[in-house]
């Protein structure tokens, strides 16, 4: 009778430890799936940006500029665009692994230079001194939308422009409308943000 108590005991045993492992399994499986679906998150580095190429005259050659600084205005500074799932909750970010305001300078420096407008280093009287503002730098991408426009972007800078104690302010926005194909990996939004990025540096130096 003992005997018997004990086998049966020991089988008891062994079935709850084979009902735990199929938990586990289970668990683990289902772990492997949603991991294998879920979005990749990446942080984004640009190009740097290229300047178009123009004919330099010799007025322009006389032309100095201080660039001043480029703030980042924006709220989240580090979030540079958003998926948002079917639900409309914002389920993913893409974030920024460099800083968009030197981008944004530096840009701007090689643009002015490919017009053949001198950098300078300090503000002078006979030079304009340009003080910018990044405002607005972010792309949205909705699954929920299928067939038409789901992902949206828009950038937009104030430049002020100081000569002479007289200030002229100017801004500068773009937005692009597109549909795109599922986003599964952030690093698709790289291409869009930098042509955007292109596009308003270049009509800024113009």
Request: hydrophobic share 40%; charged share 20%; proline share 3%.
């Amino acid at each position: 009778s003992t005997l018997s108590s004990s086998s049966a005991a020991s089988d008891v045993y062994k079935r709850q430890e084979e009902n735990m492992w199929k938990i586990l399994g289970t668990i683990i499986g289902l772990m492997l799936v949603i991991s294998g679906c879920a979005y990749k998150s990446q942080s984004l580095y640009f190009d740097p940006y290229i300047p178009t190429t123009h004919a330099v005259s010799s007025d322009l050659a006389l032309e100095k500029v201080y660039l001043k600084s480029v703030i980042d205005m924006r709220q989240s500074p580090q979030i540079l665009a958003t998926i948002i799932d079917s639900s409309g909750s914002a389920s993913v970010h893409a974030t920024s692994g460099e800083a968009v305001p030197l981008w944004v300078y530096d840009a701007l420096k090689s643009g002015l230079e490919a017009r053949g407008i001198a950098i300078i280093s300090n503000p002078q009287k006979d030079a304009k001194t340009l003080a910018v503002e990044l405002e607005e730098l972010h792309a949205k991408y909705d699954e929920s939308i299928l067939k038409s426009d789901n992902l949206h972007a828009s950038m937009a800078l104030r430049v002020q422009i100081t000569k002479d104690k007289k200030t002229v302010t100017k801004n500068i926005s773009q937005k692009s409308l597109q549909w795109h194909k599922p986003i599964k990996d952030t690093i698709a939004f790289k291409p869009i943000l930098q042509e955007l990025m292109q596009d308003v540096v270049e009509r800024t130096v113009a």
